[in-house]
């Protein structure tokens, strides 16, 4: 079945540092991926998303690049600010029977001033 | 605007009592989800709806019940609490998860079952 894997966290960065946090999947062929993020207290909300292969999804100076020769989508950030600090969840649609997302297990990241 | 809101927002049940968590949204969306997230587990899939009446197992089902009478209203029941269901529970919405992919959370409701 589909699933997503991700890096384990937590994540311990300092400010103004460089984030890559490591997103592979496996599915049936090359569905819509995306990045969540869930900061303290709260449910999650999209960051990001690509919906086919090579695409780049950016938002808020997050990127990822979707690459199906390496079934990744890593989430990468030149310069990371303590607002970043938070829960991220790398997810892959699954288009079967109407839709979900299927998620990972999520990485936690903490950047300290 | 309201968004999506659950409701209780903590909960502690002993074993075996049973209660509904409430979820509404006022977007109009058709698909409605919960999810459960552990410790290193990530979100998993308890069961969905993709349209008002209609409902489908995800992940995790076992132990869980859902209806969707309304379209802005999706409830998850549990007859009979097990401490293997303490955990934050997330209802989600989306209006088309297959055009766009962006589901709209809630703030989330943690139980504990004792």
């Not at chain 1, 049936?28 to 999804?57: C, I, N, R």
């Not at chain 2, 410790?39 to 009446?53: A, D």
């Not at chain 2, 293997?84 to 709209?104: H, K, M, N």
């Amino acid at each position: 079945g589909n699933s997503v894997t991700q890096m384990e966290g937590p994540v311990t960065l300092s400010e103004e540092a460089f984030l890559t946090i490591n997103c592979t999947y496996t599915a049936t062929g090359y569905p819509s991926l995306f990045w969540y993020v869930q900061y303290p207290g709260e449910g999650l909300q999209l960051l990001l998303k690509a919906t086919k292969a090579d695409d780049k999804g950016s938002n808020k100076g997050f990127e990822a690049t979707y690459r199906k020769e390496t079934t990744s989508f890593h989430l990468e950030k030149g310069s990371v600010q303590v607002s970043d600090s938070a829960v991220y969840f790398c997810a892959l649609l699954d288009a079967y029977q109407g839709g979900k997302l299927i998620f990972g297990q999520g990485t936690e990241l903490s950047v300290k001033p | 605007n309201a968004g999506v809101t659950q409701t209780p927002k903590f909960r502690v049940l002993k074993t075996g009592q049973s209660m509904t968590l409430l979820c509404a949204q006022d977007m109009n969306h058709e698909y409605m989800y919960w999810y459960r997230q552990d410790p290193g587990m990530g979100l998993r899939l308890i069961h969905y709806s993709v349209g008002e009446g209609t409902t489908a197992k995800g992940e995790v089902p076992d132990g869980y019940n859902v209806s969707r009478l309304k379209k802005q209203n999706f409830l998850l029941g549990l007859e009979s609490a097990a401490p293997s269901q303490t955990s934050v529970y997330f209802c989600a919405s989306s209006y088309s998860v297959r055009d766009t992919g962006e589901l709209f959370f809630g703030e989330g409701s943690r139980l504990t079952v004792l």
